[in-house]
Nanobody, 125 residues
């Protein structure tokens, strides 16, 4: 079983940037696709970004495309989400996720095998 620990959340003004990190331990990190999901108050958890096991393929929700960048460092067992041009509607708890299937980017809740505990991101207008 993998353990995922997020960090880097906080409060930022609209237009600002934040960088989230997820540190993984346990099950072999390098073999699995990873993702970031988010859950705003009163809303369902949703896919934000994902990356293949080797890092060559990425995917983004339309709402964050062009503003967020996901990357991974397999030598350090970390996955990062760089968030730029933040908007108030980006306010949510952000969760790191490991895919249930090694080679598929997790784009839905059903595709996630392990979750982190989440980190709060608040964007003020």
């Amino acid at each position: 079983q993998v353990q995922l620990v997020e960090s880097g959340g906080g409060l930022v003004q609209a237009g600002g940037s934040l960088r989230l990190s997820c540190a993984a331990s346990g099950r072999t990190f390098i073999n699995y696709a990873m993702g970031w999901f988010r859950q705003a108050p009163g809303k369902e958890r949703e896919f934000a970004a994902g990356i293949s096991s080797g890092g060559s393929t990425t995917a983004y929700a339309d709402s964050v495309k062009g503003r967020f960048t996901i990357s991974r460092d397999n030598a350090k067992n970390t996955v990062t989400l760089q968030m730029n041009s933040l908007k108030p509607e980006d306010t949510a708890v952000y969760y790191c996720a490991q895919s249930r299937a090694q080679f598929l980017i997790p784009r839905s809740l059903q595709m996630v095998g392990s979750w982190g505990q989440g980190t709060q991101v608040t964007v003020s207008s």
